[in-house]
């Protein structure tokens, strides 16, 4: 703005705007790393139910072969069940072993179905209409094909007489074209459940009256999506996910993967330009999908008790392309702190007792350090592990960013009708938010009050106060059992060795609040002019936050300093500004001692006698 001069008399006008707000905090959740049913691998995804990671990921799988076959669930899924309980939000990144791809289609055109009723091949790309591609990886979304058949093709399906797939599942899908206009340029698209039956369809996505004319407002990219993400790594061998495509995805199952256009399919006058577009339309025809694979996943996967440092639910983290690749570049891309905001790091599976788990646990911790502002749940050691084990485990690790628990916990599955055996990192983060839920994060995770495990049936060991107490010597936070009043977590320390208030899980856990708030609210001051009246703005938005933390008991004291004392003339030439935030951390209450004094009849309680 101009500067104004003001020489001879008038009315001059001005303008400012004070409605400025800070952006309001979105809600902030945990971020889970680890194999699923379904999904897209190594690609992020918020949800914010239970029932949403579902529709995303599955639940239940079969594993084994004959007699010994069963059916099961992946850790992840009782992680995100229990977390999403009383939690808002939390982030899913699948593991897969490597070679892994998803499942396509090509659905053929028209004139080249007559051809091949004919006798001719119709094989070759330019026969066919468009592709599609499964948005989850792997090859659950396939259909069984008998021999001789060819479901990518989008020629025929391995139908039995019912119209049913030999091996359809809720899982995988199926396509239909109907509908075709030859006058219009339009088709029908239906993706279908792949355990339905003709007469019985179970319709899953319907798009009607698309189009191949990318000129078109109905055209099948614009409708459907055809974006994908594929993993890059930069010139530092870090990872990255790179965007591409020009739709973002409407579908929830499958997105468009190549076209043969019709462009301008009608003219002017509204008739079709060339009656040779007609052939190019799909043809009326059904099909499924086929080629997905999910990589050199072990089989039979190692599941619950059973996991060992070779097989933890069907991956070989020992091996690059069997599994640790996978955990490594999952990790390091959460470690973008201003594209993933995250506060809690999971990965139920890895044990730190496995020796090439525990390098990619390592590799968790400095990705946590790092961003400054998430914390690690990590197990400890594998089913049937004694307290001296877990504290072995515990001996390795120094950090304030990361806490373990210990034993495992047995839980009931009404899906596969039996109890299962989990690791805390299983169920632990539900009592997590439980805790934010019913107070704040820097109350204690701990005690009977929030610190509860509804779910459990029983620990593995009913522990002693002695063997609490050897497990909190050296930070391990026990899981208790009593007698009326369940299981629950007791404990809440951090894996730092030095004695701090930093060594409480609550206390980090109000730092990486603390930080993330002033993180995200401060940023609108950046490349703002640095005077008194930025600085004074600062405090402006600082104050209140902090002074709600002390109102609902998470300080004692604060002070924030942000003046002439740490912001000096050669400070402000290097164009920075520097703020001081003292803070006195509440603590915790985990010893509670009562002495009881026993007196003779005729002697005066202490706290009666007077001076």
């Not at 995770?445 to 050897?470: K, S």
Request: aromatic share 10%; net charge neutral; proline share 4%.
């Amino acid at each position: 703005m101009a500067k104004n001069v003001f020489i001879s008399a008038g009315v001059f006008t001005r303008e400012f705007d004070l409605s400025y707000l800070p952006e309001q905090i979105s809600a902030v959740g945990a971020a889970i790393v680890g194999p699923t049913v379904r999904g897209p691998a190594l690609v992020p995804t918020s949800l914010s139910t239970y029932s949403e990671y579902i529709r995303w990921f599955g639940d239940v799988f079969s594993s084994g072969s004959g007699a010994s076959e069963q059916e099961y669930k992946y850790l992840t899924t009782y992680a995100v069940q229990e977390y999403l309980k009383y939690g808002d939000v939390i982030t899913v990144v699948r593991t897969l072993a490597g070679n892994y791809q998803p499942a396509y289609t090509n659905i053929i055109n028209s004139s080249s179905r007559q051809s091949q009723v004919s006798g001719a091949s119709a094989q070759a790309a330019s026969n066919m209409a468009f592709s599609l591609e499964a948005l989850s990886d792997g090859d659950i979304t396939n259909s069984g094909q008998a021999a001789g058949t060819d479901s990518g093709s989008g020629i025929s399906a391995d139908l039995t007489t019912a119209g049913a797939l030999v091996s359809g599942s809720a899982y995988n899908i199926r396509w239909e074209i109907s509908g075709v206009n030859n006058d219009r340029g339009t088709f029908d698209l239906l993706i279908r459940r792949g355990d339905d039956i003709d007469s019985r369809k179970v319709i899953i996505e319907q798009y009607s009256q698309i189009s191949l004319d990318p000129t078109t407002a109905n055209y099948i990219s614009r409708v459907i999506g055809d974006m994908k993400w594929t993993l890059r790594y930069d010139s530092s061998g870090e990872p990255y996910l790179q965007k591409s495509g020009s739709y973002e995805n409407r579908s929830r199952f499958v997105r468009v993967k190549s076209v043969n256009n019709t462009m301008n399919f009608l003219n002017a006058n509204g008739s079709v330009r060339s009656a040779a577009l007609t052939g190019s339309l799909p043809a009326i025809v059904s099909g499924t999908f086929a080629y997905g694979s999910e990589g050199n996943v072990t089989h039979p996967r190692a599941m619950y008790q059973d996991i060992y440092n070779n097989n933890t639910q069907g991956l070989n983290v020992a091996v690059a392309v069997s599994g640790s690749t996978a955990y490594q570049d999952a990790i390091d891309i959460l470690a973008n702190k201003d594209q993933y905001d995250i506060n809690m790091l999971l990965t139920p599976g890895l044990i730190e007792g496995c020796t090439d788990h525990a390098k990619l646990i390592t590799r968790g911790i400095n990705m946590c350090e790092d961003r400054g502002d998430v914390f690690y749940m990590i197990d400890p050691t594998t089913h049937g592990s004694t307290v001296g084990q877990a504290q072995l485990a515990a001996e390795g690790r120094n950090t304030n960013y990361a806490a373990m628990y210990y034993p495992w916990i047995q839980i009931p599955d009404p899906d596969l009708g039996r109890n299962v055996w989990v690791p805390p990192s299983a169920v632990v983060p539900g009592v997590f938010s439980f805790n934010d839920l019913v107070a704040h994060p820097w109350y204690a995770p701990a005690g009977l009050n929030r610190g509860g495990i509804d779910i459990a049936v029983q620990t593995e060991r009913l522990m002693t106060q002695n063997d609490r107490d050897n497990l909190y010597i050296k930070s391990v936070n026990p899981i208790a059992s009593f007698p009326k009043t369940g299981i629950a977590v007791w404990g809440q320390k951090t894996l730092q060795k030095k004695r701090s208030a930093l060594d409480r899980i609550n206390v980090r856990r109000l730092l990486l609040d603390a930080k993330r708030f002033i993180a995200q609210t401060v940023k609108y001051l950046v490349f703002e002019q640095n005077t008194n009246e930025t600085r004074a703005r600062f405090i402006e938005i600082a104050e209140p936050y902090f002074r709600r933390v002390q109102s609902q008991q998470g300080l004692y004291d604060y002070r924030i300093v942000i003046d002439e004392r740490n912001n000096t003339p050669d400070v402000v030439d290097r164009n920075e500004m520097r703020a001081a935030i003292y803070l006195k951390p509440a603590k915790t209450a985990e010893f509670i001692i009562v002495d009881f004094n026993v007196l003779p009849t005729g002697a005066l309680f202490p706290l009666d006698t007077k001076e």
